[in-house]
């Protein structure tokens, strides 16, 4: 059988992403009977960790289908924007797009899963901001005015979503954690 190896390896790096995550979900917390009993409507403190690790795993499996169609897809492929530029004499103007960057995709999705088991330790406000700024980072954001502004602001509106609107108990963190975010949801106003 005809393969390609490279999409080959990334196909099976996507599914144990996948894996990861969905194994994750179901061991977030020891003792699940507890969280359910402090929801407050549908919402439990798990349902914004789980969301996230569901989307990870999601978005892995996509990318498992995707690098697996062209790791076994043996019809001759279309030419690259550079084979028809040299066919047309427009060197140096091509850029060929047909490869992802692997590095950021895997930054990307560690964060992600990094990210739900630190609420717990840093709480959901200080992680979230946290994982925001290193996720931006990671997608190419560099500018500090807007890296500030998008992480602080999402912040904020999450904080009032989940705090005020739905009335979540999210996590606060523990020591100087706690404190800070105890100190920051009553100057907010929303606690």
Known sequence: MIYNRQHLIHAVFAELVA???LVLGHTIVDDPQMVQNMARGL?????????MLA???LCALGWAIDEGWKAFNVLPRPPSAAEEA????????????????????????????????????????AATVTFLLLWFLVGGIRKPVQLLSVTLIG?????????????????????????FTIALFRLLGIY
Do not use: C, H, N
């Open 43 to 51: 919402a439990t403190p798990l349902t914004w960790p789980k969301l």
């Open 155 to 179: 912040t904020l509106v999450l904080l009032y979503v989940f705090v005020k609107l739905a009335l979540m108990p999210l996590d606060r963190g523990q020591g100087a954690f706690g404190d």
């Open 86 to 125: 040299l066919e047309f004499g427009d060197v140096g103007f091509e850029k060929d797009v047909d490869e992802l960057p692997l590095l950021p995709i895997v930054l990307g999705l560690s964060l992600a899963m990094v990210y739900a088991f630190v609420i717990p330790l840093m709480g959901f406000t």
């Open 19 to 21: 894996l990861i995550a």
């Open 55 to 57: 989307g990870v795993g």
